[in-house]
């Protein structure tokens, strides 16, 4: 009987760690908003910054955030105009790289989208619209799809730029065709299950959210001229809403919480907060403001409060989730990056700052600063926190900062 118990407990153990390791990663932490579950976090940084625990360095060209599964860190980079996985230990030595093609060698050169991990298998799209599923054990390739030849997508002016869902067997991908606008594969084979003509438009450099709604799970993304809502489950277009700017540059993934999406750009557009049918099938506006007009930088929504920084205008600041009131405004830091963990925003500006910033709507208030000088390039990387600590890729160099 003592025998029967114990395997059960064992078997159920186990059950759990697979499903734990098939959690596939996502943008921008486990809920794809910025918002990362750590707590004890230190609450002020000595003058000179948190503790650097390590760097590694030749990790090629890129504006890509790591990603951590298996204990192991994925990130992308290039070389001499090829695309590469770089396999890491978690104390940054290198285990295995293996390339995924061509990559973007014109304006901002190098990689620009994350990878991501599902149990054993990685999967990369390029921007040159490769979409290359590996062994995360090896780095060896499985399939291989191309947004443009494969589904009648189109690149776009900085090259592509969208990290993939994943959900369940599913992958989802944006190539941006008149037919193929938006595409669910078969994760394990790359074949195609639905496709959706959208809009028609070209993508527009956005990683899509995946909203599990009791209704249906919808897949909502931003295109040239217009915002998207997409069943999951068949891919039919639900609605459209118009958001445009000058270069038609959409490159932050959505904010969704309790029927409210939040969608922002910049070039001078801003954001605008919808109201969700309880299914899903239809959204009408809530409040708009210029304020709120990050290109890249994303945003976080804590307390009933989003903080993130503007393009044209920007200071950074904080509005209020249901009014859209600004709170404060502040040009302490440049603009840039900024996710969220403990009570504390992490904010990396493009000027190479990081900055551990109060969790507060009415005031910007730093508790520590830094400044990045290793690496190369663009500080556009968005930082990313895991097992208490802080992870910065800038160009070639990735840092892992000690905040716990």
């Not at 996502?26 to 948190?50: A, F, H, Q, V």
């Not at 090829?82 to 060698?105: A, H, M, N, Q, V």
């Not at 900055?355 to 990045?372: C, D, Q, R, W, Y």
């Not at 930082?383 to 840092?399: A, W």
């Amino acid at each position: 009987m003592k025998k029967s118990i114990i395997f059960i407990v064992v078997l159920i153990i186990a059950t759990q760690l697979v499903g734990f390791a098939q959690v596939p990663t996502k943008w921008r932490g486990p809920n794809s908003n910025g918002i990362y579950n750590e707590t004890g976090l230190l609450k002020n940084w000595p003058g000179d910054g948190p503790q650097l625990l390590w760097h590694s360095d030749s990790l090629g060209l890129g504006h890509s955030s790591p990603v951590f599964a298996n204990d192991k860190i994925f990130v992308s980079g290039m070389e001499d105009s090829i695309g590469y996985i770089f396999c890491l230990d978690l104390k940054g030595k290198l285990i295995w790289k293996s390339s995924y093609g061509p990559e973007f060698t014109e304006s901002y050169p190098g990689a620009r989208t994350s990878p991501v991990v599902a149990a054993d298998d990685l999967y990369m799209y390029s921007a040159m619209g490769n979409i290359v599923c590996m062994d995360a054990n090896s780095g060896s390739e499985k399939w291989k799809k191309n947004a443009f030849t494969d589904f009648d997508g189109e690149n776009i002016k900085w090259g592509v730029t969208e990290t993939l869902v994943i959900d369940g067997d599913k992958l989802y991908c944006t190539p941006g065709g008149k037919t193929n606008n938006l595409v669910a594969l078969n994760r394990h084979n790359g074949d195609l299950i639905w496709t959706s003509a959208g809009e028609g438009e070209k993508s527009a450099y956005c990683s899509p959210l995946l909203i599990e709604l009791p209704a249906r799970k919808l897949l909502v993304t931003m295109t040239e001229n217009h915002i998207l809502g997409v069943d999951a489950a068949n891919g039919k277009k639900l609605w459209s809403y118009e958001q445009t700017n000058r270069w038609s540059v959409h490159a932050n993934t959505p904010l969704y919480h309790d029927g409210g999406l939040l969608c922002f750009s910049g070039y001078g557009r801003g954001a605008v907060k919808l109201k969700l049918l309880a299914d899903g099938s239809s959204v009408s506006k809530e409040w708009f403001s210029e304020e709120l007009d990050s290109r890249m930088g994303g945003a976080v929504l804590v307390d009933g409060y989003v903080y993130g920084s503007g393009d044209n205008n920007r200071s950074w600041k904080s509005l209020n989730w249901k009014t859209g009131e600004i709170g404060y405004s502040s040009t302490d830091i440049a603009k840039g990056a900024v996710i969220y963990a403990d009570g504390l925003l992490f904010c990396y500006s493009e000027r190479g700052e990081l900055a551990m910033v109060e969790a507060n709507p009415s005031t910007f208030k730093i508790l520590g600063t830094t400044k990045i000088t290793l690496g190369s390039e663009q500080h556009w990387a968005h930082p990313v926190i895991n097992n208490g600590q802080l992870f910065i890729r800038h160009g070639n160099t990735l840092m892992a900062f000690k905040i716990k």
